[in-house]
């Protein structure tokens, strides 16, 4: 059974999204969607895609496609989900997967309602190296603590510091380091550990109102998890899962390049598997298998981790002053 799909979106991470999916066998790319005609049909060329189009409704009416993977801006993730949920189309969304909670109840409104399956491309929980830390987990004892740091300078900040505001500055597309960084820590975390008692976070905006670093502390009961994130900095150092009995070190959190074991007392245990270097093939096969079953749901990427994640980032950037145009409607 094959997928075919359309994208709306043609940067980088959707280059990226269908080198990695055009390794499954279900997945076809039919169509793309930009908002010129040359662009779209470039990017068609490029990866044989039949059909392109200029206007959104168009493409969601469209009996071309079964599915589409959204990489709009994320002030744009709601409307555009939601418009295809409603023509019946399967929707892949790029995290953040929307503005705030709000949106979020909207579109698995939208989701339920038309009986097709919504997720968030949050690529993390899927991984081959994730799979090991949670089955892993119970050596370290009684978690006591969980330290995640993501921190990568973007290449479009020397463009703002010259004066140049860049797409991942721009309040009014929700962006942010929040939003484009801290999530891939936030995430997974609630997946491992659930809604926090409380959160605790601070920020330093950028001149445009967005965050161009941060830190979250998550108190849970026995337990406390820290996130680090930045746009504006790099950090080399590994996250950690500290337990009584000992620690899970982690290298590269976003994307776990390396898992070992530390125990209290006795020898370090690495539990690395190899897994893809396009690591978007994992997300890609979950919706796609998800899709031939007939679900509209993924267990991982559920949809109340992607609410509770998003309800965390509001209630962040509530604390931090982070307001988004998408805030007021």
Request: hydrophobic content about 40%; proline content about 3%; overall charge negative.
């Amino acid at each position: 059974m094959t997928i075919r799909f359309g994208i709306i979106g043609t940067n980088w991470i959707t280059e990226s999204f269908i080198e990695a999916a055009s390794e499954i066998a279900d997945f076809q790319l039919t169509a793309v969607y930009s908002r010129t005609e040359d662009k779209a049909k470039a990017f068609a060329d490029k990866y044989q895609a039949d059909y392109t189009y200029t206007d959104l409704d168009e493409m969601a009416k469209s009996d071309a496609i079964d599915a589409v993977y959204i990489a709009s801006p994320n002030a744009y993730h709601a409307e555009h989900a939601i418009l295809f949920l409603k023509n019946k189309k399967h929707v892949l969304t790029e995290k953040a997967m929307a503005s705030n909670a709000n949106e979020v109840e909207q579109m698995i409104k939208a989701a339920k309602e038309n009986n097709v399956l919504l997720m968030e491309a949050l690529k993390t929980t899927f991984l081959p190296n994730f799979q090991v830390i949670q089955e892993n987990l119970h050596k370290v004892g009684k978690i006591r603590r969980a330290f995640v740091s993501y921190c990568q300078y973007s290449s479009r900040y020397d463009a703002y510091k010259e004066g140049t505001v860049l797409n991942a500055f721009k309040p009014e597309l929700s962006n942010g380091s929040l939003m484009d960084i801290g999530v891939y820590c936030l995430y997974p975390m609630v997946l491992l550990f659930g809604k926090p008692e409380e959160v605790k976070a601070t920020s330093f905006l950028l001149e445009t109102g967005v965050d161009g670093e941060g830190s979250i502390i998550m108190r849970y009961p026995d337990m406390d998890v820290i996130l680090m994130y930045s746009k504006i900095t790099n950090s080399y150092i590994p996250s950690e899962i500290q337990g009584e009995e000992g620690n899970l070190l982690i290298q590269q959190f976003s994307t776990p390049t390396k898992v070992e074991f530390i125990p209290r007392k006795g020898e370090t245990e690495d539990l690395t598997v190899s897994q893809k270097t396009a690591s978007m093939y994992y997300e890609a096969k979950e919706f796609i298998e998800l899709i031939k079953v007939g679900k509209i749901e993924s267990s991982v990427n559920s949809y109340d981790v992607s609410l509770t994640v998003m309800e965390i980032m509001d209630e962040v950037r509530k604390q931090t002053g982070v307001v988004f145009p998408a805030d007021k409607q």
